[in-house]
Each structure stands twice: as structure tokens, then as C-alpha cells.
């Protein structure tokens, strides 16, 4: 007899009886949860990993802002102009994935004394994840993602420099 026996009009395969005929889709229907769930872990995090490089690259160029030369009469004025140029280049750098930054006033510049009589200006930048996430979360995965990104910088000035 030939080996593809014909069962209700059908050609059956050697070797593949007709109970096993709807496991394949079974067993796919049972992986593919597993398998979109590593897949949506993995880009999730790529993007917040990307998100991350550009706060610490956002917070880096802010502390280079405050480097630049501020017209002022005192070191004092000096100083502060400085710290309120760090924001706006921030600001202006900020790319279409970071824009929140600017909407719920995630930059905060400081200066304060620091090592042997200089200054010190930091610069830390906060991106709310919570409320503006890169992915769309899942049910239940809420509780592994990040609430906020952070990312700061710090340069020391010279209080002989700032004039």
C-alpha cells in the first residue's frame, strides 16, 4: 500500500498520525507569549538605555555652558550667569525623545564652594519615565521599569577665572 494513506479525502504525512495534526499551533500559541515578552524586555530597555546616554551627554555639554565666559563685575554675578546659561543649553540640545525635560522642568543647576576655595557648579537632569514612557507598558512589567531617569555632571571653576 502506498505510504501516504488518504483518511477522509486528505493525504496524511508518513509518520504523523491524525490526534497530532493542530500541535504545532498549539505549542506556538504556548512559546509566543515567552518569546514577545523578551523581545518587548529587550527593546524596552535598549531605549531606556539609549534615554540614559543622552541625559549623561545632556548633563555633560549643560556643565561645559557654564564654562563659558560671562560678561559680569563680580564673581559673584559672574558665577551665577554662568549657572543660568547651563538650562537653556540643555534646552536647546535636548532631542525629540527627551522633550518632556523641558515641559516639567527636569534641569536644575546649583553652584556651591567646593575643593580648597573653588567652585563648583552642578548640573542634574531628571526625566520622568512614569509619566512619559519611551515603550507603551504591559500590565504587570510596571513594577521592573525605572520611575525616573537621572543623570548629573560637575565642573569645578576658579573663582580667579570667573572675571
Known sequence: MNACVKAMGKPVKPGRSRRQRGST?????????????VLYGIITFSMIFVAQQNLTLLAEEGARAALTYQISDNPTDALAARVNAVCPTV?????????????????????????????????????????????PSLPLLGDVLPKTLTSSATIQLNPVNLL
Open 25 to 37: 499551533a498549539i505549542e506556538f500559541a504556548m512559546v509566543f507569549p515567552l518569546f514577545f515578552v
Open 91 to 135: 534646552y536647546g540640545m535636548l532631542t525629540p525623545m527627551l522633550t518632556p525635560i523641558a515641559a516639567t522642568g527636569g534641569c536644575n543647576a546649583t553652584a556651591a564652594a567646593c575643593n580648597s576655595g573653588m567652585q563648583c557648579v552642578n548640573v542634574v537632569l531628571t526625566y520622568s519615565y512614569v509619566d512619559h514612557p519611551l515603550v
